[in-house]
C-alpha cells in the first residue's frame, strides 16, 4: 500500500468536501430528472414465478411477454435457420452484415529486449451486404453439391471466427447440411475423434489451421476434401495432403456454386442444423445436437431481453464453435445488426498484433454490443488494475473514490453522466467508447469483475445462464436488473427446475430461498448426444410434452426469479469434518488476485482444508520477491518454497477479503512453472480446467502438501 503525501491527502479531504457540497445542491434536480424510484421498482420487478412444485422439485416460468418478432415467427411459421436468414436478407438487403478489416502489412517490429513479434497494419473494416452474403452462402452450398455432396451429408466446420465461417455454415443449411463444429484449440486426438464419428468426406478449414491435418489425415480415413478459406497474405500450399485427398480454395468452391443450377434442399423444423462438440472436462468431446427448431427457439428467447438500435454495431472474437457466439452472432443478423470480426489479439490499440501506433479493431469499428467470457473480463479488469496501481497514488485514491461514489449512487437508483463522461471516458474508449452492454456467458462471472467492469465501462455487464445442450439460451439478465453474480431470470423459451439434492445439501425447502440441480425443459433443449444414446438417456428425458435436460449445476432462484448458479454436482468435495468445498467457486474467486494466472484447487476429502496448484503471473511475482528482497528473475527460479510461503499469505488475505470460509481457503500451495493451455492438456479448449489431468500430473505436489 502507498501511502498519501501531506500535500495529498489535503488535496484528497478537499475533493470529498467538494464532492459533498456538490451532491447536497444538485441531488434534487438528479432526483426529478432520473426518478430513481422508477428504476428501483424496474429492478425488483417479477422476472418468473414458479409454477408447480412438489415434494423434491419446484418449476419456474419466466412473465416476460413475447415480443413483436417473436410472435411474427410463430404466426408466419418461421421455424429454420435457413428461414430466419431468409427472413433477415429480405428485411435487411442493402445493410451491412458482415465486416472484416483489410491486412495492410505484416511487419516485424524489434521489442526493446530485442525479440522480435510479427505486427499487423490493418485498414477499415470491409462490409458485405446481407443480400451479398446471402448469394456468397447460395454459392458455397451449390459448390459443395457440385463438389458431391449430398443433403443431410455432415460437413465439418474447423476454423477460427471469420465471416467465411458464418457464410459457410448459412450454405450448408441451405442445402440441409448439418455443420459439424469443433473447437480450433482442441487436441489433435478430440478432432480425429469428432472427424471419425461423424463420418464427414469434407472439412473446412482455413489456411493458418491446415498444416494440422498432414497428422490428421492419416487417422480420418473417410476425409477425401479440404475447403480452405485463405489467408489475404500468404501464398496457399497445397502439397503434403496426400493423393487421396482434394484440397480446395474456398474461393474456387464459390465459383463452382455460381456457375451451379443445382437447387436447394429446405430443411424442415426437425432435421439437424448443428452437431456441436463441447469441448468437455472428461474423456473425448461430445457430439450435441441441435435441430432447425431446437436453434430458432433459443434465438427467440433472446428477443424479449432488450431492444435494438438502427446505429448498433457488434464485435465478434469469440469462437463460432462456441455455442453463445453462434447463437448471437444469429440473433444480430436476425436484427440487421452489423456483425464487426475480430481478434484477441487484434481488439484495442494495446493488443500484441497491432502495430504500436495504429488503431485496434475495437477504435475503428466503435462496437455498441460485445459477447464476452469471463476469462477475458477478468483479464479486462486485471488489466484495468494494475494500470490505476502502477500509477501516482493519487490517482488511485481519485479513482477509488470514484468507484465508491458511482457504485454508491447507482445502487440508489441513480446515473452518475459527469463521472461516466470524465474519469471513466479512457477507459471506455479502449473499446472503443459506445459500449451499449456487454454479454457474459460460458462460466460464472465473480462478482468482483462483475461491478468493476460495469462501473468502469459505463454500461450493464449482463450475465446470462445456458449450455450447448440447451443451445445457450436458459437465463439471462435484462437492462434493468442490477444483481452481481446472479444470471438473470429465465427465457420465455423454456421451464427452469430446481429439483433437491440431498446428498450435497440443497433443499427446495431451503431458506430463505429454493436451492436444487438445475433441470431446464424447452423447445430449446438439444435432441441428444450424437451416437451416445446411453449418455443422451442419462441427461436428458422427456416429461410433461418437453424434452428435459439435466445439468448438474446446482441453483438458486431469488424472490424475485433470478437464477443464481452457486455450485457444480461435481466440483463439490465433502471434507473431514463435513463442511463443504466447492472447488470451482474458490478457484473462481481466487483468480481475481493478481498474482494468479491459473489456479486449482484440490481438496482430499479425508483431510481438513484444501491445497492449490497455482500459475503465477510473472510480473506480480517478480515485485512481490523484490519488495522482500529476493533478486530472481525467471520463472523457474521463482517457483521455490520461499516464495510459496509469500504467496500463500497474499493468497489467504485474498480469500478472506472475498469472504471465502477459513475452511475454503487453502492452507498449502505450489507454485507451478507451466502454461496451461488446451494444447498441454491441463484445460479444456474453452480454457475449463480438466481436474484429472492437472490432479494427476501435479500428484507429487499435492502429495507434499498434505504431508
Ligand atoms: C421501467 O420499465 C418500464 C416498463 O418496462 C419502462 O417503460 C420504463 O422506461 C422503465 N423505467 C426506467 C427508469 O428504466
Ligand atoms: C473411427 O470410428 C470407428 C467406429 O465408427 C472406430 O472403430 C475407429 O477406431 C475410429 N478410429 C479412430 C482413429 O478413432
Ligand atoms: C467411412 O469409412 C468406413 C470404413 O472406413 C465406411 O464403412 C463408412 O461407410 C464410411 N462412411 C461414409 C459416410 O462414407
Ligand atoms: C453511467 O454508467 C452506468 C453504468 O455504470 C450506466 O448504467 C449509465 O447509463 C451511464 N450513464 C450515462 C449518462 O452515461
Known amino acids: 500500500m502507498t501511502s498519501l503525501k501531506p500535500m495529498e491527502s489535503a488535496l484528497l479531504l478537499f475533493i470529498r468536501c467538494v464532492l459533498s457540497i456538490y451532491t447536497f445542491i444538485t441531488w434534487p434536480i438528479y432526483y426529478i430528472i432520473q426518478k430513481p424510484w422508477n428504476v428501483k421498482a424496474n429492478r425488483s420487478k417479477l422476472r418468473a414465478v414458479s409454477l408447480t412444485s412438489g415434494d423434491d422439485f419446484i418449476?419456474?416460468?419466466?412473465?416476460?411477454?413475447?415480443?413483436?418478432?417473436?410472435?411474427?415467427?410463430?404466426?408466419?411459421?418461421?421455424?429454420?435457420?435457413?428461414?430466419?436468414?431468409?427472413?433477415?436478407?429480405?428485411?435487411?438487403?442493402?445493410?451491412s452484415a458482415l465486416g472484416t478489416r483489410e491486412i495492410l502489412a505484416e511487419e516485424d517490429e524489434m521489442q526493446p529486449n530485442g525479440r522480435v513479434f510479427k505486427k499487423f497494419l490493418?485498414?477499415?473494416?470491409?462490409?458485405?451486404?446481407?443480400?451479398?452474403?446471402?448469394?456468397?452462402?447460395?454459392s458455397f452450398g451449390r459448390g459443395l453439391r457440385e463438389l458431391g455432396l449430398k443433403?443431410?451429408?455432415?460437413?465439418?466446420?474447423?476454423?477460427?471466427?471469420?465471416a467465411e465461417w458464418l457464410i459457410s455454415?448459412?450454405?450448408?443449411?441451405?442445402?440441409?447440411?448439418?455443420?459439424?463444429?469443433?473447437?480450433?484449440?482442441?487436441?489433435?486426438?478430440?478432432?480425429?475423434?469428432?472427424?471419425n464419428e461423424t463420418e464427414v468426406s469434407c472439412v473446412i478449414t482455413s489456411q493458418e489451421l491446415l498444416p494440422k491435418f498432414k497428422n490428421i489425415l492419416p487417422c480420418t480415413p473417410n476425409v477425401?476434401?479440404?475447403?480452405?478459406?485463405?489467408?489475404?497474405?500468404?501464398?496457399?500450399?497445397?502439397?503434403?495432403?496426400?493423393?487421396?485427398?482434394?484440397v480446395l480454395p474456398y474461393k474456387e468452391v464459390i465459383r463452382l456454386g455460381d456457375f451451379s443450377s443445382k437447387s436447394g434442399l429446405i430443411p424442415k423444423p426437425d432435421d439437424t442444423a448443428i452437431i456441436m462438440y463441447t469441448s468437455g472436462s472428461t474423456g473425448s468431446p461430445k457430439g450435441v445436437i441441435m435441430s432447425h427448431q431446437n436453434v430458432v427457439n433459443a434465438m427467440l428467447g433472446y428477443t424479449s431481453v432488450t431492444t435494438f438500435y438502427e446505429n448498433d454495431v457488434y464485435m465478434a472474437y469469440l469462437p463460432l464453435a462456441h455455442v453463445l457466439e453462434l447463437i448471437s452472432e444469429s440473433i444480430w443478423m436476425l436484427y440487421g445488426i452489423p456483425i464487426g470480426y475480430s481478434t484477441p489479439l487484434t481488439m484495442t490499440d494495446k493488443s500484441s498484433k497491432i502495430k504500436r501506433g495504429s488503431q485496434g479493431d475495437a477504435s475503428v469499428l466503435r462496437p455498441t454490443i460485445i459477447a464476452s467470457v469471463p476469462l477475458v473480463l477478468d483479464r479486462i479488469h486485471k488489466s484495468i488494475q494494475e494500470k490505476i496501481e502502477g500509477g501516482p497514488a493519487i490517482t488511485k485514491m481519485l479513482f477509488n473514490l470514484a468507484m465508491e461514489y458511482?457504485?454508491?449512487?447507482?445502487?440508489?437508483?441513480?446515473?452518475?453522466?459527469?463521472?461516466?463522461?470524465?474519469?471513466?471516458?479512457?477507459?471506455?474508449?479502449?473499446?472503443?467508447?459506445?459500449?451499449?452492454?456487454?454479454?457474459?456467458?460460458?462460466?460464472?462471472?465473480?462478482?468482483?469483475?462483475?461491478?468493476?467492469?460495469?462501473?468502469?465501462?459505463?454500461?450493464?455487464?449482463?450475465?446470462?445462464y445456458g449450455l450447448t445442450e440447451t443451445c445457450a439460451a436458459t437465463t439471462v439478465m435484462d437492462l434493468d436488473d442490477n444483481s452481481l453474480g446472479m444470471t438473470g431470470g429465465p427465457l420465455t423459451c423454456c421451464d427452469v427446475k430446481l429439483v433437491s439434492w440431498e446428498e450435497g445439501n440443497y433443499r427446495i425447502k431451503d431458506w430463505p430461498n429454493p436451492r436444487g440441480e438445475i433441470h431446464i425443459g424447452g423447445s430449446n433443449v438439444a435432441v441428444g448426444y450424437y451416437k451416445q444414446p446411453e449418455k443422451?438417456?442419462?441427461?436428458?428425458?422427456?416429461?410433461?410434452?418437453?424434452?428435459?435436460?439435466?445439468?448438474?449445476?446446482?441453483?438458486?432462484?431469488?424472490?424475485?426469479?433470478?437464477?443464481?448458479?452457486?455450485?457444480?454436482?461435481?466440483?463439490?468435495?465433502?471434507?473431514?469434518?463435513?463442511?463443504y468445498v466447492s472447488l470451482g467457486k474458490v478457484e473462481s474467486e481466487l483468480k481475481i488476485s493478481p498474482l494468479v494466472d491459473n489456479i486449482c484447487i484440490y481438496a482430499d476429502p479425508t483431510k481438513l482444508f484444501p491445497v492449490a496448484l497455482l500459475v503465477p503471473n510473472l510480473d506480480h511475482l517478480k515485485n512481490l520477491a523484490e519488495k522482500n528482497g529476493i533478486e530472481m528473475s525467471t520463472l523457474e527460479e521463482l517457483c521455490n518454497p520461499q516464495m510459496e510461503k509469500l504467496v500463500l499469505v497474499e493468497l489467504q488475505k485474498h480469500g478472506a477479503k472475498c469472504r471465502l470460509q477459513k475452511f475454503e481457503i487453502p492452507q498449502a500451495l505450489t507454485l507451478v512453472p507451466d502454461i496451461w493451455t488446451p494444447d498441454s492438456g491441463h484445460v479444456t479448449a474453452a480454457f475449463k480446467l480438466r481436474r484429472k489431468v492437472v490432479q494427476d500430473r501435479y500428484k507429487a505436489a499435492i502429495d507434499r502438501m498434505y504431508s
Open 59 to 95: 418449476l419456474y416460468r419466466s412473465v416476460t411477454e413475447i415480443r413483436d418478432v417473436h410472435a411474427r415467427f410463430l404466426q408466419d411459421k418461421i421455424d429454420t435457420m435457413e428461414k430466419v436468414f431468409r427472413f433477415a436478407v429480405r428485411q435487411h438487403g442493402q445493410k
Open 122 to 138: 490493418l485498414g477499415q473494416f470491409q462490409w458485405r451486404t446481407f443480400t451479398q452474403t446471402d448469394s456468397e452462402a447460395e
Open 151 to 162: 443433403p443431410r451429408e455432415n460437413v465439418v466446420v474447423f476454423a477460427e471466427t471469420r
Open 169 to 195: 455454415a448459412n450454405g450448408c443449411m441451405k442445402q440441409n447440411m448439418p455443420i459439424v463444429t469443433l473447437y480450433a484449440t482442441l487436441g489433435d486426438d478430440a478432432i480425429i475423434h469428432g472427424i
Open 224 to 246: 477425401s476434401l479440404l475447403i480452405v478459406m485463405e489467408d489475404p497474405l500468404k501464398p496457399l500450399d497445397l502439397n503434403g495432403y496426400g493423393d487421396t485427398v482434394g
Open 406 to 464: 458511482k457504485n454508491e449512487w447507482t445502487d440508489r437508483g441513480y446515473e452518475t453522466p459527469i463521472i461516466n463522461s470524465t474519469l471513466f471516458k479512457p477507459i471506455r474508449a479502449l473499446l472503443g467508447g459506445r459500449l451499449r452492454f456487454v454479454l457474459s456467458g460460458g462460466a460464472p462471472l465473480a462478482p468482483e469483475t462483475h461491478k468493476s467492469l460495469k462501473t468502469t465501462l459505463c454500461c450493464p455487464v449482463l450475465q446470462g
Open 536 to 579: 443422451t438417456k442419462e441427461e436428458f428425458y422427456d416429461e410433461n410434452g418437453r424434452h428435459w435436460f439435466r445439468t448438474g449445476d446446482i441453483g438458486e432462484f431469488s424472490q424475485e426469479g433470478f437464477l443464481q448458479i452457486i455450485d457444480r454436482k461435481k466440483d463439490l468435495v465433502k471434507l473431514q469434518y463435513g463442511e
